[in-house]
Protein backbone atom coordinates (compact mmCIF):
# COMPACT_ATOMS: atom_id res chain seq x y z
CA UNK A 1 0.00 0.00 0.00
CA UNK A 2 2.95 2.35 0.83
CA UNK A 3 4.77 1.64 -2.69
CA UNK A 4 1.04 2.85 -4.24
CA UNK A 5 0.83 6.16 -2.84
CA UNK A 6 5.05 6.34 -2.92
CA UNK A 7 4.42 5.83 -6.95
CA UNK A 8 1.40 7.86 -7.41
CA UNK A 9 3.08 10.81 -5.55
CA UNK A 10 5.96 10.84 -7.65
CA UNK A 11 3.78 10.86 -10.34
CA UNK A 12 1.91 13.80 -9.44
CA UNK A 13 5.69 15.19 -8.99
CA UNK A 14 6.45 14.53 -12.29
CA UNK A 15 2.87 15.81 -14.10
CA UNK A 16 3.42 18.89 -11.75
CA UNK A 17 7.22 19.58 -13.14
CA UNK A 18 5.84 19.11 -16.98
CA UNK A 19 2.97 21.21 -16.26
CA UNK A 20 5.34 23.72 -14.84
CA UNK A 21 7.60 23.90 -18.05
CA UNK A 22 4.98 23.69 -20.25
CA UNK A 23 3.83 27.02 -19.25
CA UNK A 24 7.19 28.11 -18.70
CA UNK A 25 7.69 27.36 -22.58
CA UNK A 26 4.09 28.97 -23.50
CA UNK A 27 4.98 32.53 -22.25
CA UNK A 28 8.42 32.27 -23.65
CA UNK A 29 6.74 31.83 -26.78
CA UNK A 30 3.90 34.04 -26.01
CA UNK A 31 6.83 36.80 -25.60
CA UNK A 32 9.02 36.09 -28.30
CA UNK A 33 5.59 36.24 -30.92
CA UNK A 34 4.57 39.48 -29.29
CA UNK A 35 8.16 40.40 -30.16
CA UNK A 36 7.62 39.39 -33.58
CA UNK A 37 4.60 41.62 -33.74
CA UNK A 38 5.87 44.25 -32.95
CA UNK A 39 8.96 44.32 -35.16
CA UNK A 40 6.13 43.51 -38.10
CA UNK A 41 3.35 46.13 -37.36
CA UNK A 42 6.72 48.78 -37.03
CA UNK A 43 7.69 47.79 -40.35
CA UNK A 44 4.41 47.94 -41.75
CA UNK A 45 3.97 51.11 -40.37
CA UNK A 46 7.38 52.50 -42.25
CA UNK A 47 6.09 50.49 -45.52
CA UNK A 48 2.88 52.82 -45.43
CA UNK A 49 4.79 55.88 -44.99
CA UNK A 50 7.74 54.89 -47.86
CA UNK A 51 3.76 54.03 -50.37
CA UNK A 52 2.83 57.51 -49.37
CA UNK A 53 5.83 59.41 -50.00
CA UNK A 54 6.74 57.41 -53.26
CA UNK A 55 3.01 58.32 -54.21
CA UNK A 56 3.39 61.94 -53.46
CA UNK A 57 6.27 62.11 -55.55
CA UNK A 58 4.86 60.32 -58.80
CA UNK A 59 1.97 62.85 -58.81
CA UNK A 60 4.85 65.90 -58.86
CA UNK A 61 7.07 64.27 -61.50
CA UNK A 62 3.69 63.49 -63.46
CA UNK A 63 2.36 66.60 -63.46
CA UNK A 64 1.45 68.56 -66.96
CA UNK A 65 3.68 71.61 -66.04
CA UNK A 66 6.59 69.49 -64.73
CA UNK A 67 6.45 67.38 -68.14
CA UNK A 68 6.17 70.48 -70.72
CA UNK A 69 9.21 71.91 -68.94
CA UNK A 70 11.83 68.90 -69.43
CA UNK A 71 9.53 68.26 -72.89
CA UNK A 72 11.10 72.43 -73.72
CA UNK A 73 14.47 72.35 -72.09
CA UNK A 74 15.54 68.64 -72.25
CA UNK A 75 14.16 67.32 -75.50
CA UNK A 76 13.33 71.41 -77.35
CA UNK A 77 10.03 70.24 -77.75
CA UNK A 78 7.49 72.99 -78.52
CA UNK A 79 3.47 73.82 -79.31
CA UNK A 80 3.52 73.61 -82.95
CA UNK A 81 2.07 76.55 -85.03
CA UNK A 82 -1.17 75.65 -87.02
CA UNK A 83 0.93 75.77 -90.01
CA UNK A 84 2.86 73.29 -88.61
CA UNK A 85 -0.02 71.02 -87.71
CA UNK A 86 -1.64 67.88 -89.68
CA UNK A 87 -4.29 66.81 -89.94
CA UNK A 88 -4.32 62.68 -90.46
CA UNK A 89 -7.80 61.37 -91.92
CA UNK A 90 -9.27 58.60 -89.74
CA UNK A 91 -10.79 55.57 -91.73
Known amino acids: MYRKALIG ?3 LWLATLVSALA ?3 STQMGREL ?11 DEL ?3 QERLLLEKG ?8 EK ?4 KLGMHV ?6 VLVPSE
Open 80 to 85: PAPAEQ
Open 34 to 44: TAELGKAQKTR
Open 9 to 11: TGF
Open 48 to 50: RYE
Open 23 to 25: VVY
Open 70 to 73: VARE
Open 60 to 67: AWSAYGRV
